[in-house]
Protein backbone atom coordinates (compact mmCIF):
# COMPACT_ATOMS: atom_id res chain seq x y z
CA UNK A 1 0.00 0.00 0.00
CA UNK A 2 0.94 3.65 -0.75
CA UNK A 3 1.86 5.98 2.58
CA UNK A 4 0.20 8.77 2.54
CA UNK A 5 0.87 11.93 4.92
CA UNK A 6 -2.63 14.07 5.88
CA UNK A 7 -1.47 17.36 7.00
CA UNK A 8 -4.56 19.47 8.50
CA UNK A 9 -4.15 22.99 8.90
CA UNK A 10 -7.78 24.11 9.49
CA UNK A 11 -10.66 24.96 7.48
CA UNK A 12 -14.29 24.46 7.40
CA UNK A 13 -13.58 20.45 7.35
CA UNK A 14 -12.14 20.44 10.61
CA UNK A 15 -14.72 22.36 11.94
CA UNK A 16 -17.53 21.26 14.16
CA UNK A 17 -21.06 22.78 14.01
CA UNK A 18 -22.59 24.02 17.00
CA UNK A 19 -25.95 25.73 17.14
CA UNK A 20 -26.37 28.42 14.60
CA UNK A 21 -22.24 28.37 13.61
CA UNK A 22 -19.07 26.95 13.27
CA UNK A 23 -15.36 26.70 15.26
CA UNK A 24 -12.47 25.00 14.47
CA UNK A 25 -11.89 21.50 16.81
CA UNK A 26 -8.30 20.87 16.63
CA UNK A 27 -9.19 18.16 19.28
CA UNK A 28 -11.61 16.05 17.66
CA UNK A 29 -10.92 16.17 14.12
CA UNK A 30 -8.56 13.34 13.77
CA UNK A 31 -11.51 11.29 15.86
CA UNK A 32 -14.43 12.37 13.60
CA UNK A 33 -12.03 11.52 10.80
CA UNK A 34 -11.45 7.90 11.26
CA UNK A 35 -15.59 8.12 12.87
CA UNK A 36 -16.64 8.83 9.68
CA UNK A 37 -14.60 7.49 7.60
CA UNK A 38 -13.04 4.08 8.62
CA UNK A 39 -12.64 2.74 5.16
CA UNK A 40 -9.48 5.14 4.50
CA UNK A 41 -6.82 2.99 5.31
CA UNK A 42 -8.02 0.84 2.93
CA UNK A 43 -6.74 2.99 0.11
CA UNK A 44 -3.13 3.66 1.44
CA UNK A 45 -1.36 3.99 5.02
CA UNK A 46 -2.17 7.18 6.09
CA UNK A 47 -0.54 9.23 8.67
CA UNK A 48 -2.03 12.02 10.00
CA UNK A 49 0.08 15.28 11.27
CA UNK A 50 -1.67 18.20 12.27
CA UNK A 51 0.75 21.27 11.44
CA UNK A 52 -1.61 23.70 12.27
CA UNK A 53 -5.17 24.61 13.34
CA UNK A 54 -6.06 28.23 11.40
CA UNK A 55 -9.04 29.77 9.27
CA UNK A 56 -7.46 30.17 5.97
CA UNK A 57 -8.05 33.79 5.44
CA UNK A 58 -5.82 34.13 8.47
CA UNK A 59 -2.81 32.30 6.40
CA UNK A 60 0.18 33.92 4.57
CA UNK A 61 3.48 33.09 3.49
CA UNK A 62 4.71 31.86 6.78
CA UNK A 63 2.19 29.46 6.49
CA UNK A 64 3.09 28.18 2.85
CA UNK A 65 7.04 28.18 3.73
CA UNK A 66 5.78 25.95 6.74
CA UNK A 67 3.86 23.63 4.96
CA UNK A 68 6.49 23.35 2.00
CA UNK A 69 9.26 22.95 4.99
CA UNK A 70 6.74 20.09 6.19
CA UNK A 71 6.31 18.43 2.85
CA UNK A 72 10.58 18.65 2.53
CA UNK A 73 11.33 16.89 5.56
CA UNK A 74 8.73 14.32 5.08
CA UNK A 75 9.27 13.81 0.73
CA UNK A 76 10.96 10.68 1.44
CA UNK A 77 9.18 9.40 3.75
CA UNK A 78 5.99 9.58 1.90
CA UNK A 79 4.71 8.57 -1.18
CA UNK A 80 2.03 11.58 -1.59
CA UNK A 81 0.52 14.30 0.36
CA UNK A 82 -3.20 15.76 0.89
CA UNK A 83 -3.40 19.05 2.53
CA UNK A 84 -6.67 19.32 4.66
CA UNK A 85 -7.24 23.61 3.89
CA UNK A 86 -9.84 26.29 3.86
CA UNK A 87 -11.55 26.77 0.53
CA UNK A 88 -11.44 30.78 0.70
CA UNK A 89 -7.44 30.76 -0.08
CA UNK A 90 -6.77 27.30 -0.91
CA UNK A 91 -6.00 28.89 -4.43
CA UNK A 92 -3.40 31.05 -3.05
CA UNK A 93 -1.88 28.35 -0.53
CA UNK A 94 -1.54 25.77 -4.26
CA UNK A 95 -0.84 28.39 -6.05
CA UNK A 96 2.45 29.33 -3.89
CA UNK A 97 3.29 26.07 -3.15
CA UNK A 98 3.42 25.03 -6.94
CA UNK A 99 6.63 27.81 -7.43
CA UNK A 100 8.37 26.59 -3.95
CA UNK A 101 7.95 23.02 -4.44
CA UNK A 102 10.61 22.30 -7.45
CA UNK A 103 11.14 19.78 -9.54
CA UNK A 104 8.33 17.95 -7.62
CA UNK A 105 8.10 14.16 -8.12
CA UNK A 106 5.04 13.41 -5.80
CA UNK A 107 1.15 14.04 -5.48
CA UNK A 108 0.40 17.35 -3.23
CA UNK A 109 -3.07 17.23 -3.43
CA UNK A 110 -5.36 20.16 -1.51
CA UNK A 111 -8.98 19.56 -0.55
CA UNK A 112 -11.62 20.60 1.95
CA UNK A 113 -14.91 20.80 2.04
CA UNK A 114 -17.92 23.33 2.35
CA UNK A 115 -19.68 21.86 5.10
CA UNK A 116 -17.92 20.32 8.96
CA UNK A 117 -17.15 16.61 8.03
CA UNK A 118 -19.43 16.51 11.23
CA UNK A 119 -22.70 17.67 9.71
CA UNK A 120 -24.88 15.30 7.42
CA UNK A 121 -25.17 16.84 4.38
CA UNK A 122 -21.19 17.27 4.33
CA UNK A 123 -18.90 16.91 1.09
CA UNK A 124 -15.91 16.02 3.11
CA UNK A 125 -16.22 12.42 2.74
CA UNK A 126 -15.83 12.75 -0.67
CA UNK A 127 -13.52 15.42 -1.02
CA UNK A 128 -11.20 13.83 1.33
CA UNK A 129 -11.86 9.53 -0.24
CA UNK A 130 -11.16 10.95 -3.52
CA UNK A 131 -8.25 13.42 -2.74
CA UNK A 132 -6.30 9.98 -0.54
CA UNK A 133 -6.83 8.09 -4.11
CA UNK A 134 -5.59 10.96 -5.69
CA UNK A 135 -2.42 11.16 -4.00
CA UNK A 136 -1.64 7.44 -4.52
CA UNK A 137 -1.45 7.72 -8.25
CA UNK A 138 1.58 9.26 -10.74
CA UNK A 139 0.64 13.14 -10.40
CA UNK A 140 3.58 15.28 -10.23
CA UNK A 141 1.90 18.25 -9.03
CA UNK A 142 0.33 20.62 -7.02
CA UNK A 143 -3.34 20.03 -7.24
CA UNK A 144 -7.05 20.76 -6.06
CA UNK A 145 -9.17 17.85 -5.73
CA UNK A 146 -12.99 18.85 -5.15
CA UNK A 147 -16.32 17.54 -6.13
CA UNK A 148 -15.18 14.89 -8.31
CA UNK A 149 -12.42 16.88 -10.20
CA UNK A 150 -8.86 17.31 -9.74
CA UNK A 151 -7.31 20.45 -10.51
CA UNK A 152 -4.40 22.07 -11.51
CA UNK A 153 -3.14 24.40 -8.02
CA UNK A 154 -1.81 27.24 -10.08
CA UNK A 155 -4.34 27.45 -12.66
CA UNK A 156 -7.49 27.21 -9.67
CA UNK A 157 -9.81 29.50 -8.76
CA UNK A 158 -12.82 29.54 -6.15
CA UNK A 159 -16.17 29.98 -8.32
CA UNK A 160 -18.40 29.70 -5.38
CA UNK A 161 -19.23 29.71 -1.83
CA UNK A 162 -22.64 28.28 -1.70
CA UNK A 163 -21.96 25.20 -4.23
CA UNK A 164 -20.18 21.86 -3.90
CA UNK A 165 -18.80 22.33 -6.96
CA UNK A 166 -16.57 25.58 -5.60
CA UNK A 167 -13.53 25.51 -7.76
CA UNK A 168 -12.80 25.25 -11.51
CA UNK A 169 -9.65 26.16 -13.71
CA UNK A 170 -11.77 28.61 -16.40
CA UNK A 171 -8.53 28.71 -18.86
CA UNK A 172 -7.32 24.66 -18.30
CA UNK A 173 -8.80 21.11 -18.20
CA UNK A 174 -9.06 19.52 -15.47
CA UNK A 175 -6.18 16.79 -14.35
CA UNK A 176 -8.89 14.09 -13.58
CA UNK A 177 -12.44 13.35 -13.75
CA UNK A 178 -13.59 11.10 -11.07
CA UNK A 179 -16.41 8.82 -11.66
CA UNK A 180 -16.35 5.17 -10.95
CA UNK A 181 -12.95 4.94 -11.73
CA UNK A 182 -10.50 8.28 -11.89
CA UNK A 183 -9.65 9.11 -15.28
CA UNK A 184 -6.60 10.62 -15.44
CA UNK A 185 -6.12 13.75 -18.24
CA UNK A 186 -3.42 15.62 -17.66
CA UNK A 187 -0.09 14.21 -16.09
CA UNK A 188 3.23 16.29 -16.41
CA UNK A 189 6.72 16.82 -14.12
CA UNK A 190 8.22 20.30 -14.16
CA UNK A 191 11.66 20.17 -13.87
CA UNK A 192 14.23 16.63 -14.51
CA UNK A 193 16.02 17.52 -11.19
CA UNK A 194 15.95 16.44 -7.47
CA UNK A 195 12.94 17.89 -5.87
CA UNK A 196 14.08 20.83 -4.19
CA UNK A 197 12.18 23.56 -1.81
CA UNK A 198 12.56 26.85 -2.41
CA UNK A 199 9.60 28.12 -0.76
CA UNK A 200 10.18 32.10 0.30
CA UNK A 201 8.30 34.54 -0.92
CA UNK A 202 8.06 38.66 -0.66
CA UNK A 203 5.00 40.74 0.49
CA UNK A 204 6.15 43.38 -1.56
CA UNK A 205 3.20 42.75 -3.73
CA UNK A 206 0.04 45.34 -4.46
CA UNK A 207 -3.06 44.46 -5.83
CA UNK A 208 -5.07 47.39 -7.57
CA UNK A 209 -8.53 46.34 -9.19
CA UNK A 210 -9.83 49.01 -11.85
CA UNK A 211 -12.99 49.99 -12.37
CA UNK A 212 -15.20 53.63 -13.35
CA UNK A 213 -14.13 56.69 -11.78
CA UNK A 214 -11.28 55.34 -9.86
CA UNK A 215 -10.18 58.44 -8.88
CA UNK A 216 -6.04 58.48 -9.72
CA UNK A 217 -5.27 60.81 -7.71
CA UNK A 218 -5.51 58.24 -4.68
CA UNK A 219 -2.88 55.85 -6.78
CA UNK A 220 -0.67 59.23 -7.48
CA UNK A 221 -0.12 59.73 -3.36
CA UNK A 222 0.29 56.12 -3.08
CA UNK A 223 4.15 55.37 -1.32
CA UNK A 224 5.76 53.09 -3.44
CA UNK A 225 8.58 52.77 -0.78
CA UNK A 226 7.96 49.28 0.23
CA UNK A 227 6.22 47.78 -2.95
CA UNK A 228 8.45 46.28 -6.32
CA UNK A 229 5.58 44.96 -7.86
CA UNK A 230 1.29 46.22 -8.88
CA UNK A 231 -0.78 43.84 -10.03
CA UNK A 232 -3.48 45.90 -11.83
CA UNK A 233 -6.63 43.53 -12.86
CA UNK A 234 -8.14 45.32 -15.66
CA UNK A 235 -11.47 45.01 -17.83
CA UNK A 236 -11.04 42.06 -20.69
CA UNK A 237 -8.12 41.58 -22.10
CA UNK A 238 -6.44 44.43 -20.29
CA UNK A 239 -8.44 47.23 -20.50
CA UNK A 240 -8.30 50.16 -18.16
CA UNK A 241 -9.03 53.80 -18.22
CA UNK A 242 -6.51 55.81 -20.36
CA UNK A 243 -8.43 59.13 -21.40
CA UNK A 244 -8.46 62.67 -19.47
CA UNK A 245 -8.83 62.68 -15.98
CA UNK A 246 -8.99 59.49 -14.74
CA UNK A 247 -6.45 58.13 -16.77
CA UNK A 248 -4.23 55.51 -15.16
CA UNK A 249 -0.98 56.00 -17.21
CA UNK A 250 0.55 58.49 -15.07
CA UNK A 251 0.54 55.86 -12.19
CA UNK A 252 1.78 53.56 -14.33
CA UNK A 253 4.77 56.19 -15.16
CA UNK A 254 5.19 56.59 -11.58
CA UNK A 255 5.60 52.90 -10.81
CA UNK A 256 8.27 52.91 -14.18
CA UNK A 257 10.32 55.94 -12.16
CA UNK A 258 10.42 53.74 -8.96
CA UNK A 259 11.47 50.27 -10.21
CA UNK A 260 8.03 48.88 -9.46
CA UNK A 261 6.64 46.26 -11.80
CA UNK A 262 3.15 46.58 -12.88
CA UNK A 263 1.40 43.21 -14.32
CA UNK A 264 -1.96 43.31 -15.65
CA UNK A 265 -4.11 40.17 -15.37
CA UNK A 266 -7.91 40.20 -16.66
CA UNK A 267 -10.72 40.50 -14.00
CA UNK A 268 -12.79 38.09 -16.20
CA UNK A 269 -12.13 34.65 -15.04
CA UNK A 270 -12.63 32.79 -18.87
CA UNK A 271 -10.36 35.32 -20.41
CA UNK A 272 -6.59 35.70 -21.29
CA UNK A 273 -4.78 39.49 -21.36
CA UNK A 274 -3.66 40.45 -24.47
CA UNK A 275 -1.88 43.67 -24.70
CA UNK A 276 -1.58 44.12 -28.03
CA UNK A 277 -4.97 44.03 -29.40
CA UNK A 278 -6.84 47.12 -28.02
CA UNK A 279 -5.33 50.66 -28.04
CA UNK A 280 -5.65 50.65 -24.11
CA UNK A 281 -3.40 47.57 -23.50
CA UNK A 282 -0.90 48.88 -26.47
CA UNK A 283 -1.24 51.73 -24.15
CA UNK A 284 0.07 50.15 -21.11
CA UNK A 285 2.98 48.68 -22.90
CA UNK A 286 4.47 51.66 -24.36
CA UNK A 287 4.27 52.60 -20.34
CA UNK A 288 6.21 49.56 -18.87
CA UNK A 289 4.10 47.37 -18.18
CA UNK A 290 3.95 43.29 -18.77
CA UNK A 291 0.98 40.82 -19.52
CA UNK A 292 -0.19 38.47 -16.87
CA UNK A 293 -1.69 36.65 -20.03
CA UNK A 294 -4.09 33.84 -18.77
CA UNK A 295 -2.93 33.84 -15.10
CA UNK A 296 -5.36 33.66 -12.24
CA UNK A 297 -4.91 36.64 -9.83
CA UNK A 298 -4.25 34.22 -7.10
CA UNK A 299 -1.00 32.66 -9.41
CA UNK A 300 -0.59 36.24 -10.63
CA UNK A 301 0.00 37.08 -6.70
CA UNK A 302 1.90 34.05 -5.56
CA UNK A 303 4.04 33.92 -8.65
CA UNK A 304 5.68 37.61 -7.99
CA UNK A 305 5.74 37.00 -4.23
CA UNK A 306 8.00 33.67 -5.48
CA UNK A 307 10.24 35.85 -7.92
CA UNK A 308 10.16 38.93 -5.64
CA UNK A 309 11.96 36.74 -3.05
CA UNK A 310 14.39 35.09 -5.22
CA UNK A 311 15.66 37.66 -7.93
CA UNK A 312 16.70 40.82 -7.24
CA UNK A 313 16.58 42.26 -10.80
CA UNK A 314 13.51 43.94 -12.52
CA UNK A 315 14.35 42.44 -15.86
CA UNK A 316 14.72 39.00 -14.25
CA UNK A 317 11.57 38.82 -12.89
CA UNK A 318 9.69 40.32 -15.27
CA UNK A 319 10.85 37.86 -18.00
CA UNK A 320 10.20 34.97 -15.75
CA UNK A 321 6.56 36.36 -14.70
CA UNK A 322 5.84 35.97 -18.51
CA UNK A 323 7.54 32.27 -18.65
CA UNK A 324 5.74 29.21 -17.51
CA UNK A 325 7.43 27.77 -14.36
CA UNK A 326 4.85 25.40 -13.46
CA UNK A 327 1.99 25.16 -15.89
CA UNK A 328 0.46 28.20 -14.69
CA UNK A 329 0.80 29.44 -18.07
Same mark, same amino acid.
Given at each position: ?9 ? !? ?6 ? *????? %????? +? ?6 ? @?? #?????? #? ?15 ? +?? +? ?14 ? *? ?18 ? !? ?10 ? !??? %? ?36 ? *? ?6 ? =? ?16 ? !? ?7 ? #? ?28 ? /? ?25 ? #??? /? %? ?10 ? @??? =? ?65
Amino acid at each position: MKKILLIQTG !GTIAMNAK *GAGVE %LDPER +WSKVLYEE @IP #ELNEIA #EIITFPLFFEDSSDLNS +WH +WVKLASCIDEKYDEFD *GFVILHGTDTMAYSASALSF !GLKNLGKPVIFT !GSQ %LPMSTIRSDARRNLVNAIELATMDFKEVGICFNDALYR *GNRATKLS =IGDFDAFGTPNFSPLADI !GIQIESLVQ #EQFGNGNFENVAKYSDEVFVLTAHPNLNPK /LLMDLKLDNVRAVILRAFGSGNFCVKG #EKS /L %LPFLDKCREHDV @IVA =IVSQADYDSVDLTQYSAGRAALGHGAISGNDLTLEAAVTKLMFLLAHYDSKTDIEQRFQQSLAGEL
